[in-house]
Each structure stands twice: as structure tokens, then as C-alpha cells.
């Protein structure tokens, strides 16, 4: 038996299995020619992140635009930075807003696929295995260097202005005997494993980035950490071979990672493996005093899913938000395909932004009042009553007290040619309805400047008196009409306009008084249809206690 593999034996006596039996248990997927298999791999260190969820929604899309696979992957191999319960936080979030998963976590709990654990820190034997054949082939070795020895090795080199790291002169350990590891090894000292670098600071690595282009950067030289002294992978190694056996195609992942290519594929090649293609995407920005900076998790509400789930914004809301910031043509597309699925739309990653977008919230209000004005009102209902369950308990009570007069209320200019965009979030609702419900009903039966307590009784007790709750929208506004002229408004605004002298007002001045006598606002959805809406009694009630109160403040 070789030395070498006598010391990957002494490493890992445990360990019975062979990369070749991984290969073989985990066999390349069979899909259609071109398909794209995708992950996600979060590590569970906090919630869900808007920017990790936008890395999801464009490995989702590249997955589905090629008939591919996109799977969850858990990265939990940090246990001091884990957070309980955070791996369900995210996947709750995916769920919540839209983004189905195929493989691997694909909810809280629930596990599907056959290239798993899913999870890396069930996977330690697989790490461990391949760990053994790259010692075995003395293409990783032992290191008994002491976090100390490490900490001197670091201050002498930024002392010296030296890059810091485990490379040439500074790499200690690579130069043991293997005689004297295997000595160490069963003297029991404490080693983590390290790859035995080919690389040369002097050369370089080029790779196409799908997003970002060519990218050239030095070779890798450093002796990175495979196996930390407990026996778990770090980061750069669990990547390689996770996304190897899991038959990963397109590592699609945030722009911070870059820098790790070089060492990713270094390690891809020493291990024998096919590299994946990698598109990094660039982080989402805020802008601040003038200067754009990264989204933050301390800084912005708005970069945790929680902050557009606890407002209400539809998934579909957020999802078309994401795709204009990851697309640009997605905009034009939407336009000319407006009752489309949103996953009809030809998302092309090469499209995707160099530099980091901009996050803007006033954006995203548009493209949900859009979102939201082609919902059926029965989803609308639907919606609204799963946020206010979570959020507004009060006011989920008060919309199922009766749901055929919750569901009128959301009928009104919906359904029609040209919807109204007037809702963002459903944290919106309760104001917007308030009118329709005594509980939440306030009105001050503020009057405009132009209109005076006097005329405002005279056009309500005018309008009283010819109140026909059967009345459609013409018929409707036909009555107002009818009532200008007596009263000294112009049913005409254009003759209003033409001799202003000759009237009190106009027709719009009678209905805006009719509003405010009905729902206490000067703009709302069509009227006549609230009217309808709101029943016989509760619009003479209203009308008559706005006539009360005109009269009495004369
Ligand atoms: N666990 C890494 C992270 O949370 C994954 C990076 C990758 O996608 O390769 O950022």
C-alpha cells in the first residue's frame, strides 16, 4: 500500500464508500438535451432576503425556460451562524411569493429527489470520501498548523505587505512527510485538510461569466481548507461536490462569489469533475445621499421578504417587480402581452444587468396596482382575507361577515376594459373600504372651499328626493344632471366654463357633494355602483345625516 494511502486510511478509517460508488449512486439526469439544472443553497443564517429571493426567481426561470430542474439545498455546515428555524423561514418565503421548488427542500419539512441529503450536514461521509481519494493521490494533505501559528503567519505577512494565506513559503504543513503526518494522525493531534495547490499566482484563469462576460483573475495558489478539523467540509468544497453529484448545470448565484471562481475551478479540475457554467448576479442597490449602495439587511425594511408579506404585496406583484429589475425588456413584453402568465414572458440571463439595480418601491406600487387591477374580484377577496387573517385579524372578521357583499364591494370598475390601478398592497384595503363598513366609517362631511353647508342640504334634500336605488350608471347620472339647474349649477361643464358668472357650480360639484354626503371623499370608484353597493337604507341614512349636519351649521 502507497504511503499516501496509508495516511488517507489512518484520516479516514470509517469511511468505506468511494467517489466511484457516489458516481454511480448519483447518476447524470436524464432531461431533455439543453435542460438547465438550478439551485438555491442558502445557508439557514436568517430570513429570507429579497436578494436571495430575486437569485431564486432567476434560477427558477432558467430552470424553466429549458425544460430543467431547479432544487433547494440547504448550506448548514456554519452551526454558530445558524438561526433556528431559519432554513423554514425561506422556504416558507419561496412559497409565499410564488416560487415553486422541484427538488430537494421543497417546504418547510418537506424533502423530495433522488440526488440527495440536500442538506450538507448530512453529507459529511460524501465530503469525506472524495477527501480520502485526494489524499490517497497526495493532491490534499493534513495540517497541524495551530489557529496561533496561523495568526503570527498572517500578522508577518500583512506586516511585510505580503498577501495573506496558506500558499508558498507560508504553507508549512504541505511540505510534511506523509510518514510524519501519519506519525501526528495517530498521535491524535487536531489537523484540518488542505488541497495541495497547482496553481500560480503568475498565471491566469479565464472564464465566461453568463451575466458578467469574460473574467480574468490570478490562478489560485492558496492551500485552501477542504475539511475543517471536525471532519466538515468548508464552503468552497462542499460547492464542488454537491454541485457535481447533484448534477448542478448553471451555478447561478450573487456577485459576491466571483472572486471564489478560481478556487471553485481549481477544485472542479482536481477533482475530475465537469465545471458548471456560472452567471453571478449583481446585488440589488438603494441609492443613498446620491451614492448607490448595497441593499442591507440592518439598513432596509425592504430587503427581507417579511416587510412585503406583513404590507401585503400580491406574489405575483413582487414577482413582476423582480422581473422588470431582471429583464429590462419584461416591461415592453408585459405591455404587449398584459393577460399573459408571467412565466410566458422569454427570460434570457445573458439579458440580466452588469451593475446592480436600483430598488424602487414606487415602482413596484405601479406594477402591483397593475397586477392587482386584472385579479378577478372573488382573488381580490381572496387575497385581501389571507393577509387581514395574518395581519388584521379586526378586519378579516368584518369582510367574512358577509362575502357576497365583500366580493360587490371588490367588483366595482373591475372586470371592465380599463380596471382601476388604485390598489398597491392589501395593507391598503381597510382605508380604501372604509365607507363600506360602519366600523370603519368616519366622515367629517368636509365640504369643498366653492360649496356651502346651504347648497350642500339643497343638493343632498334634492337628490333625496329622487333617490332610485334601481337606477343604472346613465339613469343615474341623468338624475344628478336633473337636479343642477334648480338649485344654480350648470349640468354642463363646458357651458359651466364658458360663463362661470352665470352658476353656483356644476354638474361635477353635485356629485362630488353626493360623495362626500355617501362615502365623506371627494374621489372614489364609480358612485352610482358604491351606491348600489351600499343598499337603499344605508345611503338615506347617510344622506339624511349630512343633511342634518349642513342644516344645523348654516
Ligand atoms: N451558501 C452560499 C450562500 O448562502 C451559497 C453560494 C452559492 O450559491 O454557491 O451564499
Same mark, same amino acid.
Given at each position: ?33 439543453g435542460a438547465r439544472v438550478t439551485r438555491i443553497a442558502p445557508s439557514p443564517t436568517g430570513y429570507l432576503h429579497l436578494g436571495t429571493f430575486f437569485t431564486s426567481m432567476v434560477n427558477r426561470l432558467t430552470a424553466d425556460a429549458s425544460q430543467g430542474v431547479f432544487f433547494f439545498r440547504l448550506e448548514d455546515t456554519d ?27 421543497? +417546504?418547510?419539512? $418537506?424533502?423530495? #429527489?433522488? &440526488? @440527495?441529503? *440536500? ?9 469525506? !470520501? ?28 500583512? +506586516?511585510?505587505? $505580503?498577501?495573506? #494565506?496558506? &500558499? @508558498?513559503? *507560508? ?9 510524519? !503526518? ?81 478556487k471553485h475551478l481549481q477544485l472542479f479540475k482536481t477533482l475530475g469533475f465537469k465545471p458548471p457554467k456560472y452567471a453571478h448576479v449583481s446585488p440589488i442597490m438603494v441609492e443613498e445621499n446620491g451614492n448607490k449602495r448595497k441593499l442591507s439587511k440592518r439598513k432596509d425594511p425592504q430587503a427581507a421578504m417579511h416587510f ?247
Amino acid at each position: 500500500m502507497s504511503v499516501y494511502l496509508q495516511l488517507a486510511q489512518a484520516m479516514f478509517p470509517h469511511i468505506t464508500k468511494t467517489p466511484e460508488d457516489y458516481e454511480a449512486q448519483y447518476p447524470p439526469r436524464s432531461l431533455p438535451d439543453g435542460a438547465r439544472v438550478t439551485r438555491i443553497a442558502p445557508s439557514p443564517t436568517g430570513y429570507l432576503h429579497l436578494g436571495t429571493f430575486f437569485t431564486s426567481m432567476v434560477n427558477r426561470l432558467t430552470a424553466d425556460a429549458s425544460q430543467g430542474v431547479f432544487f433547494f439545498r440547504l448550506e448548514d455546515t456554519d452551526k454558530k451562524r445558524e438561526v433556528e428555524g431559519g432554513a423554514d423561514d425561506i422556504l416558507k418565503g419561496m412559497k409565499d411569493f410564488g416560487l415553486t421548488i422541484d427538488e430537494g427542500f421543497v +417546504a418547510p419539512g $418537506e424533502i423530495i #429527489g433522488s &440526488y @440527495g441529503p *440536500y442538506q450538507q450536514s448530512q453529507r459529511a461521509e460524501i465530503y469525506q !470520501a472524495y477527501v480520502k481519494l485526494l489524499v490517497a493521490e497526495n493532491k490534499a494533505y493534513p495540517c497541524f498548523c495551530t489557529e496561533e501559528e496561523r495568526q503570527s503567519a498572517r500578522d508577518a505577512q500583512e +506586516a511585510s505587505k $505580503e498577501r495573506t #494565506g496558506y &500558499y @508558498g513559503k *507560508y504553507a508549512v504543513c504541505r511540505n510534511l512527510s506523509p510518514d510524519e !503526518a501519519l506519525q501526528r494522525i495517530t498521535a491524535g493531534e487536531s489537523y484540518v485538510v488542505r488541497l495541495r495547490s497547482e496553481g500560480n499566482e503568475a498565471n491566469r484563469v479565464k472564464f465566461d461569466d453568463m451575466i458578467k462576460g469574460t473574467i480574468e483573475m490570478p490562478e489560485n495558489d492558496e492551500d485552501i481548507v477542504l475539511l475543517k478539523s471536525d471532519g466538515i467540509p468548508t464552503y468552497h468544497f462542499a460547492h464542488a461536490v454537491d454541485d457535481h453529484l447533484m448534477r448542478t448545470t448553471h451555478v447561478i448565484r450573487g456577485d459576491e462569489w466571483i472572486s471564489s471562481v478560481p478556487k471553485h475551478l481549481q477544485l472542479f479540475k482536481t477533482l475530475g469533475f465537469k465545471p458548471p457554467k456560472y452567471a453571478h448576479v449583481s446585488p440589488i442597490m438603494v441609492e443613498e445621499n446620491g451614492n448607490k449602495r448595497k441593499l442591507s439587511k440592518r439598513k432596509d425594511p425592504q430587503a427581507a421578504m417579511h416587510f412585503y408579506a406583513q404590507q401585503g404585496y400580491p406574489a405575483l406583484s413582487v414577482l413582476e417587480y423582480l422581473l422588470t429589475i431582471a429583464n429590462s425588456d419584461f416591461e415592453e413584453w408585459r405591455r404587449t402581452n398584459p393577460t399573459a402568465p408571467y412565466n410566458a414572458f422569454k427570460f434570457n440571463l445573458k439579458k440580466m444587468s452588469v451593475s446592480g439595480a436600483l430598488f424602487d418601491l414606487d415602482k413596484l406600487n405601479d406594477v402591483s396596482k397593475t397586477v392587482i387591477a386584472r385579479m378577478t374580484a372573488t382573488e381580490v377577496a381572496q387575497q385581501v382575507l389571507h393577509w387581514a387573517d395574518e395581519y388584521h385579524p379586526a378586519f378579516a372578521a368584518l369582510l367574512r361577515r358577509d362575502t357576497a357583499y365583500t366580493e360587490g364591494i371588490f367588483s366595482i370598475d373591475r372586470g371592465n376594459a380599463k380596471p382601476r390601478k388604485d390598489i398597491a398592497r392589501w395593507s391598503d384595503v381597510p382605508d380604501y373600504v372604509s365607507y363600506f363598513f360602519d366600523e370603519l366609517y368616519d366622515n367629517a362631511l368636509e365640504l369643498p372651499d366653492n360649496i356651502s353647508p346651504a347648497d350642500a342640504a339643497a343638493i343632498l334634500r334634492a337628490y333625496a328626493a329622487i333617490y332610485d336605488p334601481s337606477e343604472d350608471k346613465q339613469a343615474w347620472f341623468d338624475s344628478v344632471k336633473s337636479i343642477c339647474a334648480p338649485l344654480g349649477f350648470s349640468p354642463d361643464v363646458k357651458e359651466y366654463k364658458k360663463n362661470p358668472d352665470n352658476f353656483k357650480g356644476h354638474v361635477g360639484d353635485i356629485s362630488t357633494v353626493i360623495r362626500i354626503a355617501v362615502t365623506g371623499r371627494r374621489m372614489t370608484p364609480d358612485l352610482c355602483s358604491i351606491m348600489q353597493q351600499l343598499g337603499t337604507d344605508k345611503v338615506q341614512e347617510r344622506l339624511n345625516t349630512a343633511i342634518s349636519v349642513y342644516e344645523n351649521n348654516i
